[in-house]
């Protein structure tokens, strides 16, 4: 079984504050994908990272970073400086490889981001 | 400009009435799916294609159907037998399981 957790639920920051949004994930496979999705009020959701369980490496694109911690089964995504454009639903998402059976994503519940001008 | 396209972005149905959404992609991808979002959750996937002709239920097919007949094209049908239908419909297409996805903008179905 595999499972992805938000628990945050909602986040509100001020701009320009560092927000970390938290992502727990449950699989049984050594092989498997991490997403991040971004979902602005428009409906849409945007890609914003993929990571193989292999790649422990820590990504920083811009504004954002993302922490993956196989020992802790986390995908955390940081926002430095937040801006009112940030504020949408952030969705973390697993899959594995066609072999293991499920061939689609599993999404978690989602956070809401507002950031406050 | 490569995508994926939605239609119609707002659908209106009476209730006992099939539907059927629009998903059409020029990215040449083999994967499409369909997901199900409700106010204030998460994506549940509906159902998925790897390839043409071929296509696998996901957790909540019940009451929904698809087709795919064209790489390009995935539609949905939200038949009468779908209890609660109300709900945003997202289309996405991708390389293949283990790759992100790239989603439509979305269907927004109300039935009353």
């Known amino acids: 079984a595999q499972k992805v957790t938000q628990a945050q639920t909602e986040i509100s920051v001020v701009e320009k504050e560092d927000v970390t949004l938290d992502c727990v994930y449950e699989?049984?496979?050594?092989?498997?994908?991490l997403f991040w999705y971004k979902q602005p009020p428009s409906g849409e959701l945007v890609f914003l990272i993929r990571?193989?369980?292999?790649?422990?490496q820590n990504e920083i694109s811009g504004r954002y970073s993302w922490n993956f911690q196989k020992s802790t089964s986390s995908f955390n995504f940081t926002i430095t400086a937040s801006q009112v454009v940030d504020s949408a639903v952030y969705f973390c998402a697993l899959t594995h490889p066609p072999q293991a059976g499920r061939r689609a994503l599993t999404f978690g519940s989602g956070t809401r981001l507002q950031v406050q001008p | 400009d490569g995508g994926i396209t939605q239609s119609p972005k707002y659908l209106f149905r009476k209730e006992g009435q099939n539907v059927t959404l629009s998903c059409e992609q020029n990215?040449?991808?083999?994967?499409m799916y369909w997901y199900r979002q409700d106010p204030g959750q998460g994506l549940r996937l509906i159902y998925y294609s790897q390839i043409v002709n071929d296509f696998q239920k996901g957790d909540i097919a019940e009451g929904y159907s698809v087709s795919r007949e064209k790489k390009e094209s995935f539609p949905l049908t939200v038949t009468s037998a779908q209890k609660n239908p109300t709900a945003f419909y997202l289309c996405?297409?991708?390389?293949?399981?283990?790759?992100?996805?790239?989603f439509g903008p979305g269907t927004r179905l109300t039935v009353t």
């Open positions: 699989t049984r496979d050594t092989t498997y994908y």
């Open positions: 990215l040449n991808h083999d994967a």
């Open positions: 996405a297409s991708g390389p293949g399981p283990q790759y992100e996805q790239y």
């Open positions: 990571r193989n369980s292999f790649d422990e």
